[in-house]
């Protein structure tokens, strides 16, 4: 393999001066932790101790809002203030964009302009930033598409028919769910397959499963979600010398929420975390990478500092694969860890922190640790039962309202719930009483079929190769090419060995009638148009920058007027239609928001930035606006008021998990986290009947709330209330008016990642014929190869035929072939894998 190194070094892995009196490598000349003494005043002792100790691992555990999260940012400000890391050295990870965005800005805020260049962000876009980068050694494009789950499961639901596994019960949920557990936990289909029980059918099944979905990610050049952290591992494995690069680079890797990371994520760190040794190092230095000063005595560059926080009491993605273990662990991993304990919470009131040690102390297996908290007790917690999941919700619309007038803002507001299905009640009434709000990663505008189609033109232009995206747009709008004439081209590409893009090219030799043959050229040139937009001029790619490229927004606009997207939806009957031709003009006036402010950036970055964005949550704060999420997305946030909404049975604890095993003690957690996001107000309610799937059933309280001391909870209308008044029955639905959800998710699309990440296609050298190639894909050439009737050829995959006609002209002629056991198949002359015998 050969070393990638990146002539412009991006990373500026050359910039860092040395310091050769410290050891742990590469940092500017410390001047100590003394110089950063104004950020650690206002610590309480073990927080101070944590912003400032120089070991190679340390440990913060602690209950909620006991600082952790404070004690990262701190103790980032401190190294750089202190000089004793560059920005660049310093690799941050958290949850989600949003975490990743307000660390970023109190780091900023604690520093000033000296945060630039740090890595703030969440695993996935770290490791999708390093994939970028390294794509080619991984024999991936460097525009490879992110899938999404549904894409996932759209893939899935092919193969499943395919494979007619429906009949063993698979569904494209459960494939997917194992699929991402498998690659959580680092076993891919080779591994799988030498562990499969071949005499259970369904084992069988699924690894065919496995097998297909894997080599259709990579004939499309995509990867999902869960290969954007294990191939990175799987990278770093393979070629040490990669891996040395970013080892030597970031010198202090900082964790947040380190009790959610499954195993996947700690195998990441621990590879960007090991020391790069001697014969590496000296390979680097050959190559040019700086490497003197950074070495200790046995020639090794040491590995970097890490540091972890997390609270083992807010686990709550077991069922992502999660491992608590990864916490319980750190100390037996790198031994010598420092543990550091933080008590005193700094958040909420003692009658909040009181219920939620409540309702912890009943898990099992976990250290006892109360949450404590010098500024009094409070306000008590106010409970609500409604009769409806539209009376609660107007209670909690009726309960804002007076909070907004006692003059809490709304953005210091918070309402979550345990399914986005709860959204509907509450946004109906947010509506109709004009409350400001927005839903923070719910439906979301990326997920609107109208929108995944005109980002399925974009993904199409930059991943050819990517044949989910061409197949969702083929008929969209509508172009009179159907099913059959899909399935005709797939076919002929499959027996072509060719890209779905490239038999679509050869159209005119398939015998389909000449208006179809026509839509599919007509739409195949507008993407490779649309791709001629997006190649630099011949200075820029001498240069490795994106100079004389289109912008984002201008091949987006060409593609929606091109292929009438807009026009179709602004013309249609269906009122829908109008508020879906909105968003997509909404999602080009995103995209020429995302030109303005990141010049220089291209098509992959913008698509990127969405695939990141659309999983994980959506970005930023619209201040003035109530936040709606789920608990999961509500991890290390806070908020002067939180309403926890639905504390039912069935709901919290959900009923999926109340029947698995360690499932209600996961959903107390997520109780947990919920009740520790609030200040100084929490609000508790409950529906005692709620609609579900159309039916509305009789909703029981939570167990969890019977945990809760009831000196705590000040009930305006109790469960036991409630129901004495004989309230099982619901009220009469309130009338809908305003429709569902017609706020919402839309406002929220207009925010941007601070972090964002750049990454830059590597073109430097590719003169621009064959740069351009690369965006449209090219395969094997046959040349001028010629066949008549009558002519035999050798398929590389059928064997031995003879050809008994020829269609088409030039480079997209076609032969129909009579193979000798395959049976007839058409083939492009110019690029099928064959001889002429
Ligand atoms: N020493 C301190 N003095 C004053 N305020 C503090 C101190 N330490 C933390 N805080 C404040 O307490 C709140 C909680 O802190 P932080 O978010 O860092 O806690 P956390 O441990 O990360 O919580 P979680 O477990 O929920 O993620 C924040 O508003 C923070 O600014
Ligand atoms: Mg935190």
Redesign the pocket.
């Known amino acids: 393999m050969t070393l990638i190194l990146h002539p412009d070094d991006p990373t500026g892995w050359r910039e860092a001066p040395v310091a050769a009196s410290d050891k742990r490598g590469g940092g500017p000349q410390g001047a100590g932790p003394a110089a950063s003494d104004r950020l650690t005043a206002?610590?309480?002792p073990q927080?101070r101790e944590a912003v400032e100790y120089r070991g190679e691992a340390l440990l913060i555990v602690?209950?909620?809002?006991?600082?952790?999260?404070?004690?990262l940012t701190h103790r980032i400000a401190s190294l750089i203030d202190g000089r004793e890391a560059w920005p660049s050295q310093i690799l941050a990870i958290t949850f989600t964009n949003k975490a990743a965005a307000e660390m970023r800005e109190r780091v900023e805020a604690l520093l000033g302009e000296a945060a630039g260049g740090m890595w703030i962000s969440t695993f996935h876009s770290a490791c999708v930033r390093i994939l970028r980068r390294e794509a080619a050694a991984m024999g991936l494009s460097t525009t490879f598409t992110i899938y999404d789950s549904a894409d996932q499961r759209t893939i899935l639901k092919r193969i499943i028919k395919e494979l007619d596994a429906d009949t063993l019960g698979f569904t494209p949920a459960s494939a997917q769910a194992k699929i991402s557990k498998l690659k959580n936990e680092l076993s891919d289909v080779e591994t799988y397959a030498r562990n499969v029980n071949t005499n259970d059918p369904n084992d069988v099944m699924f690894l065919e499963i496995f097998r297909q979905y894997t080599r259709r990610l990579r004939d499309a050049s995509a990867l999902d979600f869960d290969d954007l952290i294990s191939e990175t591992v799987y990278l770093f494995r393979a070629f040490p010398k990669v891996a040395a690069l970013y080892q030597r680079r970031f010198r202090h890797i900082l964790v947040?929420?380190y009790q959610d990371t499954n195993h996947a994520q700690y195998a990441l760190i621990r590879e960007l975390t090991r020391p790069v040794e001697p014969d590496v190092v000296a390979e680097l230095d050959e190559h040019g990478v700086l490497v003197r000063g950074m070495t200790d005595a046995s020639g090794r560059i040491p590995g970097a500092s890490l540091t972890v926080?997390g609270?083992s009491d807010?686990s709550i993605y077991a069922f992502r694969g999660a491992d608590i273990r990864n916490i319980v662990e750190f100390e037996r991993d790198f031994p010598g860890a420092k543990v550091v304990l933080?008590e005193?919470?700094?958040?909420s009131t003692q009658n909040i922190l009181s219920a939620a040690n409540a309702v912890i102390a009943n898990n099992f297996d976990r250290k006892e640790k109360k949450l404590w908290t010098a500024d009094g007790d409070g306000d008590k917690i106010t409970g609500y039962t409604g009769y409806s999941a539209h009376d609660e919700a107007q209670f909690v619309a009726d309960e804002i309202e007076a909070l907004h007038r006692a003059g809490v803002a709304y953005r210091d507001i918070a309402v979550f719930y345990r399914t986005n299905a709860q959204t509907r009640a509450l946004e109906e009434i947010f509506v109709r009483s004009a409350l400001p709000y927005r839903v923070v990663g719910g439906t979301k505008f990326y997920e609107r079929a109208e929108i995944k189609d005109a980002m399925a033109y974009l993904i199409a232009v930059a991943n050819p190769l990517d044949e989910l995206a061409i197949r969702r747009i083929l008929n969209t709008p509508k172009r009179g090419i159907g099913p059959a004439t899909e399935t005709s081209i797939a076919s002929f590409a499959e027996q072509n060995d060719l890209s779905f893009r490239q038999a679509m090219r050869a159209a005119d030799g398939l015998g389909l009638g000449p208006k179809v043959t026509k839509a599919i050229l007509d739409l195949a040139n507008l993407l490779d148009e649309a791709a001629a937009m997006l190649v630099p001029s011949q200075k820029g790619i001498d240069e490795g920058t994106n100079e004389g490229a289109a912008k984002v927004s201008d091949v987006l606009a060409h593609l929606l007027d091109r292929s009438g997207l807009v026009e179709t939806l602004r013309n249609s009957r269906d009122p829908q239609d109008e508020t879906r031709a909105e968003n997509v003009e909404e999602l080009l006036a995103q995209t020429k928001d995302f030109d303005r402010e990141n010049p220089g950036a291209g098509l992959v970055d913008f698509l990127t930035q969405v695939s990141l964005v659309a999983a994980a949550d959506e970005l930023d704060d619209a201040s003035g606006t109530v936040s709606l999420m789920t608990l999961h997305t509500a991890?290390?946030?806070?908020y002067h008021a939180v309403f926890l909404t639905g504390i039912e049975e069935g709901l919290l604890p959900h009923q999926m998990s109340a029947t698995e095993p360690g499932g209600p003690a996961e959903e107390r957690r997520l109780f947990y986290?919920g009740i520790?996001?609030a200040?100084k107000r929490l609000y508790l309610s409950l529906a005692m009947s709620r609609a579900q799937f159309g039916e509305v059933s009789v909703a029981m309280p939570s167990r969890y709330l019977q945990e809760i001391p009831d000196e705590l909870i000040d009930w305006k209308q109790s469960p036991g209330m409630a129901t004495s008044r004989g309230g099982t029955q619901p009220r009469a639905l309130n009338a809908r008016r305003g429709g569902y959800g017609s706020g919402g998710s839309g406002g929220a699309w207009g925010l941007r990642d601070r972090d964002l990440e750049r990454f830059s296609v590597t073109k430097a050298a590719a003169p621009k014929a064959e740069w351009a190639n690369r965006v449209t894909g090219t395969v094997r050439d046959n040349g001028d190869l010629t066949l008549e009737v009558g002519d035999r050829i050798r398929h590389t995959d059928f064997g031995e035929g003879t050809v008994r006609q020829v269609t088409g002209e030039g480079s997209k002629r076609i032969a129909h072939v009579a193979f000798d056991t395959a049976g007839q198949k058409k083939l492009l002359i110019k690029i099928a894998p064959i001889e002429k015998l």
Request: avoid cysteine; hydrophobic fraction near 25%; proline fraction near 0%.
């Open positions: 206002g610590l309480n927080q602690a209950g909620a809002g006991s600082g952790k999260t404070r004690v947040d929420e926080v609270d807010q933080l005193q919470n700094y958040r991890k290390g946030l806070e986290v520790t996001r200040r």
